[in-house]
Nanobody, 123 residues
């Protein structure tokens, strides 16, 4: 069973930056799709950023140009660099993985999940 552990969340002012990390308890094949999702109170869980097995990336429109997803396959760590954050970015952020090289937006298609890390952006 793969366990994912997120870290790096916290409180930040609007316009600031945060870097989230997600460490896997054991090897996750570099060919797996990995993603970051977020969920704010009363809202649906939404996909934020994805990195496919071939290294290609995708982002939800609201974070394009501000967030960057990356992975260090040697260390088995997934990252999300968040720049120019906005109050609407406040949410619990989760990393997730699926045993398929291609990514999909629907969170139900991801088998591996972390416990989440809270991000709060103040105006």
């Amino acid at each position: 069973q793969v366990q994912l552990v997120e870290s790096g969340g916290g409180s930040v002012q609007a316009g600031g930056s945060l870097r989230l990390s997600c460490a896997a308890s054991r090897y996750i094949y570099s060919s797996y799709c990995m993603g970051w999702f977020r969920q704010a109170p009363g809202k649906e869980r939404e996909g934020v950023a994805f990195i496919a097995g071939d290294g290609s990336t995708g982002y939800v429109e609201s974070v394009k140009g501000r967030f960057t997803i990356s992975r260090d396959n040697a260390k088995n760590i997934l990252y999300l660099q968040m720049n120019s954050v906005k109050p609407e970015d406040s949410a619990m952020y989760y990393c997730a993985g699926r045993s398929n090289r291609w990514c999909v937006i629907q969170w139900v298609d991801y088998a591996y999940w972390g416990q989440g890390t809270q991000v709060t952006v103040s105006s």
